[in-house]
């Protein structure tokens, strides 16, 4: 089995705004992505010399890929005691020409000599090979949407000593984990927030990550369980981030 090399051509325009004397910015970027020969991790079923089969990960190209989307990151430095920011990012990541024959096998397509994806071997194999259009499906790891913003307050506390606290939200759309679009993680938010004091030398600081207890995956792969037998059935690792937590950190500089 060959692997042709990928190829692409991307197109981004942007703008980079200062307001406000330069307290407030605004960057902006749409782009677009023509993605050729996309290189995707795929499954396909292995009969070797005795006749046994198997399920093989293996590595082949998608037709045509295309990517679009936009970025937009704000902040305004409101006065020496307030700061804020936001970020927005959406992207449209699908397989504009993709034909795959697991997924005939998911869906059991039926054998067909016409469309963008015909069977091959009909009239001469006894069983042809089946192949579904995976156009329109999105690739894998790709969330549409993201968000993010935070808030931070610094005021003087004497001569010496100043007060912080800042809070940070996130969102993150789900990610499907293969190109079959079936398994995926899912949503997730992320609430953290810190406050403390500070001086030159000493900084205290108490501090919460994942307030909202958020537990949707930060990854989903597919693989081969080794541990199923001979035929290898599909299996997904699972990486799931820390529960809520909260902590006091002090430090000194000298």
């Avoid at 059935?233 to 902590?247: E, W």
Wanted: net charge negative.
């Amino acid at each position: 089995l060959t692997v042709d090399e990928e190829s692409s051509i991307n197109y981004e325009f942007g703008t980079k705004m200062r307001l406000l004397d330069g307290r407030m910015s605004i960057d902006a970027a749409v782009f677009f992505t023509d993605w050729s020969d996309q290189q995707i991790t795929g499954s396909d079923v292995f009969r070797n010399t005795i006749g046994f089969s198997q399920n093989i990960s293996l590595t082949t190209n998608a037709g045509k890929t295309e990517i679009k989307g936009l970025e937009v990151n704000w902040r305004w430095k409101i006065n020496e005691t307030w700061d804020l920011n936001a970020a927005y990012g959406y992207t449209n990541a699908e397989f504009k020409e993709l034909c795959d024959n697991v997924l005939a096998i998911l869906t059991a397509s039926p054998v067909t000599t016409a469309g963008p994806c015909p069977s091959v071997g009909v009239g001469v194999l006894a069983t042809p090979i089946n192949f579904a259009n995976a156009a329109g499906f999105r690739t894998a790891n790709a969330p549409e949407s993201t968000f993010s913003a935070g808030a931070e307050f610094r005021m003087p506390i004497g001569t010496e000593w100043s007060f912080f606290a800042r809070s940070d939200f996130s969102y993150q759309g789900a990610r499907y984990a293969e190109i079959y679009n079936h398994a995926s993680t899912g949503t997730s938010t992320r609430v953290d927030v810190r406050l403390g004091a500070e001086t030159d030398a000493w900084k205290v600081t108490l501090w919460g990550r994942n307030l909202d207890d958020d537990r949707s995956p930060d990854s989903v792969v597919r693989f081969f369980n080794p541990d199923s037998g001979f035929a290898f059935t599909r299996a997904y690792q699972v990486h799931f981030p820390n529960g809520r937590q909260y902590g006091l950190t002090a430090s000194y500089k000298f």
